[in-house]
Nanobody, 125 residues
Framework: QLQLVESGGGLVQPGGSLRLSCAAS????????IGWFRQTPGKEHEAFLC????????TYGDVVKGRFTTSRDNALNTVYLQMNSLKPEDTAVYYC??????????????????WGQGTQVTVSS
């Protein structure tokens, strides 16, 4: 059973950077697509990035384009989310998720089979 654990969240000032990690256990991530979502109170999970097993990424929407990137180290069974130029509106709980797929990314929370517990990111001065 695949388990995902996010880490690296916290409080950061506007314009700052954070790197989140999504560490997997119980199975190799080699054959999984990883999606990144975030959620604010009262809203649905919002997909913003996805990365295939080969490292190709897809950005959903324009909100994080040019500021957030994702990468993966399959040898370490870990996926990373680098967030730069953070804004107060980026404040949310961030989740990584996984689904068995090598080449196809998905943009809906319900299309994934495994989810981490989430990590809070707060952007404030």
């Amino acid at each position: 059973q695949l388990q995902l654990v996010e880490s690296g969240g916290g409080l950061v000032q506007p314009g700052g950077s954070l790197r989140l990690s999504c560490a997997a256990s119980g199975s190799s991530l080699d054959n999984y697509v990883i999606g990144w979502f975030r959620q604010t109170p009262g809203k649905e999970h919002e997909a913003f990035l996805c990365i295939t097993s080969s490292g190709l990424s897809t950005t959903y929407g324009d909100v994080v384009k040019g500021r957030f990137t994702t990468s993966r180290d399959n040898a370490l069974n870990t996926v990373y989310l680098q967030m730069n130029s953070l804004k107060p509106e980026d404040t949310a709980v961030y989740y990584c998720s996984a689904v068995p797929s090598r080449f196809v990314c998905y943009g809906e929370w319900s299309e994934y089979d495994y989810w981490g517990q989430g990590t809070q990111v707060t952007v404030s001065s």
